[in-house]
């Protein structure tokens, strides 16, 4: 069955550094997500992007945040200058968002997430 | 804005038991309604879902969910447990008329299968 794959597994970075989190989506879907979860919280959605840009996002996505689709395969979710509160799990995910709804063409299919940890 | 309320964090049964997660949502209209489970490792794996129509829904692994628009419920059951169904359950809900991939979740349910 085809799977959203996340690298890193689990990163730890200082606070103030950049940090990259790659995802490689299922290779006919056109819709990807980032979400999130905060330990003992719930999942968050951060950021919707299609056709190459951001169509929705989140409160919590702010300026420190960018989404990028470098090539055909990859989707990456970048945090400029990382916070103690950034610390978390982060979910990728996509959906092929054609067939219809009834067909499942608007369910999401998750990553296993990459953890950060912010020292 | 919806919300969605997992009030059991943790619940343990024995195998072979049957089970009921409970999920209530907060939203004016019909929303679409998702269950999740999670196990260790692993992504956030789709159960089942509920769009519309008959309000009692299959999933895989033996799981179904029932819709009652009355209670704003979702409640996931199973009628035997499996060791292997130890993981962590997450509801969810998509407001209709906004992005289809964006969700609310519930804070998750922890189950415990004791042999």
């Known amino acids: 069955e085809p799977e959203v794959t996340q690298t890193p597994s689990h990163q730890v970075t200082q606070m103030g550094q950049e940090v990259i989190l790659r995802c490689v989506p299922i290779?006919?879907?056109?819709?990807f997500y980032w979400y999130r979860q905060i330990l003992g919280q719930k999942v968050e959605f951060l950021v919707s992007f299609y056709n190459n840009e951001i169509s929705e996002k989140s409160e919590i996505f702010d300026d420190q945040f960018s989404v990028e689709r470098p090539d055909g395969s990859n989707f990456t979710l970048k945090i400029r200058s990382t916070k103690l509160e950034d610390s978390a799990m982060y979910f990728c995910?996509?959906?092929?968002?054609?067939?219809?709804?009834?067909?499942?063409?608007?369910?999401?299919?998750f990553g296993a997430g990459s953890r950060l940890t912010v020292l | 804005a919806q919300s969605v309320t997992q009030p059991d964090i943790h619940i343990t049964v024995s195998e072979g038991a049957s089970l009921e997660l409970r999920c209530n949502y907060s939203y004016g209209a019909t929303p679409y309604l998702f269950w999740y489970v999670q196990s260790p490792g692993q992504g956030l794996q789709l159960l089942l879902k509920?769009?519309?129509?008959?309000?009692l829904v299959q999933g895989i692994k033996g799981f179904e969910a029932e819709f009652k628009r009355s209670q704003s419920s979702f409640n996931l059951r199973k009628p035997s447990v499996h060791w292997s169904d130890a993981a962590e359950y997450f509801c969810a809900v998509r407001e209709g008329g906004t992005s289809y991939g964006k969700l609310t979740f519930g804070q998750g349910t922890i189950l415990t299968v004791h042999p």
């Open positions: 995910a996509s959906r092929t968002g054609t067939g219809g709804k009834l067909a499942g063409a608007n369910v999401l299919t």
């Open positions: 290779s006919n879907h056109l819709y």
């Open positions: 509920y769009f519309s129509g008959d309000t």
